[in-house]
């Protein structure tokens, strides 16, 4: 098992960048792949990035490639999302994720571990 605690979250103008981190409890990090997911009031959570196991394959969703970073750090028992060139549609509340399976799942029923989430506002 494997508890997930984001931080970072923020209020940024339209352009601006934020990283968020989520921390891991346990030792066998490594054995997740880990997702960030995002709500925007009144949607459904959707899939933002994933990494793999390794770190050395990851996916995105589409309104993001080119924006956002998702990076990992197995010694730390961390990941990260750095979100450059921020837009108002970019608002939500971001979700660290993590699960065992493999490669990099992008459906939020394939996720088994979530965080509480923090806040990410972007200004027009």
Partial sequence: QVQLVES????????????????????T???YTMGWFRQAPGKEREFVAAISRSGSSTAYADSVKGRFTISRDNVKNMVFLQMNSLKPE???????AATTAIPVPTTRNRYDYWGQGTQVTVSS
């Fill in 8 to 27: 970072g979250g923020g209020l940024v103008q339209a352009g601006g960048s934020l990283r968020l981190s989520c921390a891991a409890s346990g030792r």
């Fill in 29 to 31: 990090f490594s054995r």
């Fill in 90 to 96: 970019d608002t939500a509340v971001y979700y660290c």
